[in-house]
């Protein structure tokens, strides 16, 4: 396996997921699956941990830019967390080497793809171009969803998927967050998505290191781009053109998400 097509491989993830809040997983498990030849649940488990540190880099840099509403990240984590934990249960149960688990897991993961896929498509196409900046006085009404229980809610839902497929924390969450939090600026919207995502997939990686599907070496090999290349995208988020990034990612993971469903 060539060191640095993988190497080069996370920096590209991490450049989109920088500019965009959207790859991670919906990128990277496809490309650990389909170009590398690493089975579905050591490419969701070692996947996960990539994405817990490289978006913990992504929010380190957004933090220092004041753009993270951390009432927005709590509401979701309350959701996402427990919903992790519970989904880590079952697999323990079931055994992630099980043939109906890796069934399971690659079918979910492509019905995950397509369906992020269809919401980042829509958005390019037929989402409102939302605002890049807020007064600082209109800020805190942004970070007030139509109701309380409706980020816990999708939290958990988005828990759920990314635990068992590691896709759902970007494209999906970024659309729910659109919906949730309608007037919150595009650049926070996507700051928010990376920050949660953090603890959420960390909880998620550490139990799937508990059932030993991480592959440590290819870890630091995809982290030794991916660090630098989420710091590049959140530096260039502001200038990114939106449309054509989000249309290009949609194709790319609705091809992605067919494969796996034919898989």
Known sequence: MPEFAIIFAGFAVGLIV??????????????????????????????????????????????????????????????????????????????????????????????????TAAAMFY????????????????????????????????????????????????AIGVSVLLILFPLLPLPRIVAADIAYAVPLTLVAGLGHTSLGSVDWPLLAQLLAGSLPGIWLGTRLMRHTPERLVRSVLSLLLAYAGTKLIAF
């Not at 951390?70 to 934990?85: E, F, M, N």
């Open 18 to 115: 920088g500019l965009t809040g959207v790859g991670g997983g919906s990128l990277m498990t496809p490309i650990l699956i389909f170009f590398f030849g690493i089975k579905p649940y050591l490419a969701v488990g070692t996947d996960l941990l990539f994405a817990a540190v490289t978006k913990a880099g992504g929010t380190v840099s957004l933090a220092r830019q004041r753009l993270v509403p951390w009432r927005v990240v709590a509401q979701l984590c309350a959701g996402s967390l427990p919903a992790a934990l519970i989904t880590l249960a079952v697999l323990h149960r079931l055994g992630p080497a099980s043939p109906t688990v890796q069934s399971l897991m690659t079918n979910t993961l492509g019905i995950a793809l397509l369906l």
């Open 123 to 170: 958005k390019a196409a037929r989402g409102k171009q939302l605002p890049r900046n807020l007064p600082e006085g209109q800020l805190e009404g942004a970070t007030h969803a139509r109701h309380w229980s409706l980020p816990v809610l999708f939290g958990a839902v988005i828990g759920t998927l990314v635990t068992l497929t590691s896709v759902g924390a970007g």
